[in-house]
């Protein structure tokens, strides 16, 4: 009876083996990335998770409207941001639906809490905690990293070599930047950003001949980034809120109130109908183009959020607070600018170039002009409307060409 039965089991897996393989499957491999499929709620969920930090380092910058605030908020800032990108870069490429896929967002998930919780001291006394736990993350990411590039093909282990590399880089610095004085501390983050970035940039461009696969911008990576900054906006409305329970109601102050909602609005509508939701050009410099365009449009973004604390909670001033004016002036320009330089990236700017170039020319004078507003310093009401009119520029000569040409896409001004 043993002879009958031992080829049969010898022939079938295991149980363990059958769950294992239907659980938690390897890492997908480079070159096989989905070119379609949808977003999926686990996504959905770690990137709110990474909104609540970004929601602590704006409250913060609310609180601490400075050079020094905006120094520290710009390095928290980049940091939180890299490390979205990464970790979602690597779901995208090498993610399944599974148990593994589970487990890796949760692992992050557990160290993003208590880095959340350190931002709003980041630059003094929790910045040795906030250093520890941002060198933890990064370490997990280059874990992460690492065991999916054992299934590497030829072609990609370069530009993995140097991805993993220079996580584990950034982890070590982070972890070291613990043991600095305060000021150097930030310092550090702030040039770490910027190498970070330099090296992400140059593993894209430089990808090997037949890897530009692993590269792809897909519709689902479009939409995470699209969320992002939906979910960013909505720090503008929280700022409001915030200014305007800590006030006492009364008509001036709630007109301040919808005036800056109607600014948030703003930034949504110029990025939404002139770069979200739309393709970049399959080109390493395009797509690096679009991916790093988007860090200085979601920081801007959510600066402004907290810039208009202040605007409302001080609605009756004869002129706006001249830290408030800068920042959210100056926030403002940069999302203008910012959607511009991800619309170049688009395939829409060479196929409609009659609407993007004189598009990109309004969005600059637009982005001086809001400097120039914010050196003025109107009342905060009086730069709310100013700011208002300046969103609407790009916007109008979108309608016009849109008016010009009957037999464009109607969903969309530009057509």
């Given at each position: 009876m043993t002879d009958e039965v031992a080829p049969a089991a010898a022939g079938e897996p295991t149980l363990w083996r059958r769950l294992r393989r239907q659980l938690w499957q390897p890492p997908r491999a480079h070159g096989d990335q989905p070119s379609e499929r949808i977003v999926g709620p686990l996504e959905l969920f770690y990137d709110l998770v990474v909104v609540v930090l970004v929601a602590q380092a704006a409250h913060h910058l609310a609180g601490k409207l400075s050079w020094r605030g905006l120094g520290e908020y710009a390095a928290?800032?980049?940091?939180?941001?890299?490390?979205?990108?990464?970790?979602?870069?690597?779901?995208?490429?090498?993610?399944?639906?599974?148990?593994?896929?589970?487990?890796?967002f949760l692992l992050q998930i557990l160290v993003?809490?208590?880095?959340?919780?350190?931002?709003?001291?980041?630059?003094?006394?929790?910045?040795?905690?906030?250093?520890?736990?941002?060198?933890?993350?990064?370490?997990?990411?280059?874990?992460?990293?690492?065991?999916?590039?054992?299934?590497?093909?030829?072609?990609?282990?370069?530009?993995?070599?140097?991805?993993?590399?220079?996580?584990?880089?950034?982890?070590?610095?982070?972890?070291?930047?613990?043991?600095?004085?305060?000021?150097?501390?930030?310092?550090?983050?702030?040039?770490?950003?910027?190498?970070?970035?330099?090296?992400?940039?140059v593993v894209i461009l430089r990808a090997a001949p037949g890897a530009a696969a692993t590269l792809t911008v897909t519709d689902a990576l479009i939409e995470r980034f699209g969320l992002l900054i939906i979910i960013v906006l909505g720090?503008?409305?929280?700022?409001?809120?915030?200014?305007?329970?800590?006030?006492?109601?009364?008509?001036?102050?709630?007109?301040?109130?919808?005036?800056?909602?109607?600014?948030?609005?703003?930034?949504?509508?110029?990025y939404f109908d002139f770069a979200g939701h739309r393709e970049p050009r399959r080109t390493p410099a395009a797509t690096a183009q679009?991916?790093?365009?988007?860090?200085?449009?979601?920081?801007?973004?959510?600066?402004?959020?907290?810039?208009?604390v202040s605007l409302v909670e001080h609605a009756h001033a004869a002129r706006t607070d001249e830290a408030t004016?800068?920042?959210?002036?100056?926030?403002?320009?940069?999302?203008?600018?910012?959607?511009?330089?991800?619309?170049?990236?688009?395939?829409?700017?060479?196929?409609?170039?009659?609407?993007y170039r004189p598009l990109s020319r309004i969005c600059a004078a637009v982005a001086l002009a809001c400097l120039v507003l914010g050196a003025a310093r109107p009342a905060p009401l009086a730069l709310g409307l100013v700011l208002v009119l300046l969103f609407s520029a790009p916007w109008g000569f979108a309608v016009s060409h849109r008016l010009r040409r009957p037999g464009a896409n109607p969903e969309q001004p530009g057509g």
């Open positions: 928290v800032f980049g940091l939180v941001w890299i490390a979205w990108v990464n970790g979602s870069l690597h779901h995208e490429l090498h993610g399944r639906e599974d148990a593994r896929a589970r487990s890796t993003l809490v208590p880095l959340g919780a350190f931002i709003p001291e980041a630059g003094g006394p929790r910045g040795a905690a906030f250093a520890v736990t941002a060198g933890s993350l990064f370490a997990v990411l280059a874990m992460l990293w690492l065991l999916a590039s054992r299934g590497d093909r030829p072609e990609y282990r370069r530009s993995s070599r140097l991805f993993i590399t220079g996580t584990v880089c950034c982890a070590v610095i982070l972890g070291t930047s613990a043991l600095f004085p305060a000021d150097a501390r930030v310092w550090t983050w702030g040039l770490l950003d910027l190498a970070y970035l330099a090296g992400l940039a720090e503008t409305v929280t700022g409001v809120v915030s200014g305007l329970a800590a006030e006492p109601v009364s008509a001036l102050t709630i007109a301040v109130a919808l005036i800056a909602v109607v600014v948030g609005f703003g930034a949504w509508w110029t679009w991916m790093l365009a988007h860090l200085p449009l979601t920081a801007a973004v959510a600066a402004m959020g907290a810039a208009m004016a800068w920042v959210l002036c100056s926030a403002t320009a940069v999302v203008l600018l910012s959607t511009m330089l991800v619309a170049a990236s688009l395939e829409a700017w060479h196929s409609k170039r009659e609407l």
